[in-house]
């Protein structure tokens, strides 16, 4: 074999390895592409990904603050019509308290019997709050106490209190003490913050252990109490929960 042979040999041996390179080289460029194109797909979707937590994240946010609002709105509403509600029952209750005022307001002397005939009812209803208040305590002597304004009419109604009350216990009739300290008078734009009673009597045992309130204005608070369903009802309509 001569040179030109071995020459030409030779060539044909690097033009083929030459290509072998090149299409290793291309097969590494195109593999290289694709792995860049599927991680730069896998991170474009994490991102994408990401980012919709995200927005879901504040989303549920601010369903949950709209929410909480909402909420917090509705309980101020119901707190102002509740508030709205026990202003007008308290302001019957109120005027129930001034219409006591009228059942135990009383004058001495013939003028004023005529010009407030209630005298003589408000006699009577001490009479049956004294004789309530014995058959509640059942004691053979008690301490009565009354405001000062009312002693002359306890005294007057006393002795046909006791019998009466001995009657219907079937027992001797109780020793009745008038106590010394009176109830407070009735309220007056002199002492609106003071204590004040508007009429009645109370009673209790000799050793002050049993006591009965039959004051007009624990009556009025009793049955407040007792009939604030059927005011609310009356009032308001039916409330559905």
Avoid: W
Avoid at 20 to 45: D, G, P, T, Y
Avoid at 96 to 109: I, W
């Amino acid at each position: 074999m001569n040179d030109a042979d071995v020459s030409k040999q030779i060539q044909q041996m690097v033009r083929f390895i030459r290509q072998e390179a090149e299409e290793k080289a291309n097969e590494i460029s195109v593999s290289a592409e694709e792995e860049f194109n599927i991680e730069k797909l896998q991170l474009v979707e994490a991102e994408k990904k990401k980012i919709r937590q995200e927005y879901e994240r504040k989303e549920k946010q601010v369903d949950v603050r709209k929410k909480i609002e909402y909420s917090m709105q509705l309980n101020a509403s119901r707190i102002k019509v509740l508030q709205a509600q026990d202003d007008l029952v308290n302001t019957m209750k109120e005027a129930a308290a001034k219409e006591l005022l009228n059942v135990s307001h009383h004058e001495h002397g013939l003028i004023d019997s005529i010009l407030h005939p209630h005298h003589d009812s408000y006699k009577k209803l001490l009479h049956d709050l004294i004789v309530q208040s014995l058959l509640r305590l059942k004691e053979p002597c008690v301490l009565l106490r009354c405001r000062k304004h009312d002693v002359h009419l306890v005294e007057h109604v006393l002795d046909a209190a006791k019998e009466e009350y001995a009657e219907k216990a079937n027992v001797h009739q109780p020793e009745i003490i008038i106590d010394e300290i009176h109830l407070p008078p009735a309220p007056s734009h002199h002492n609106m913050h003071g204590p004040s009673c508007s009429g009645g009597v109370v009673l209790a045992s000799r050793d002050g252990k049993i006591v009965c309130e039959n004051t007009l204005d624990a009556r009025l608070e009793v049955v407040f109490r007792k009939k604030l369903p059927e005011i609310r009802k009356c009032l308001f309509g039916q409330v559905t929960a």
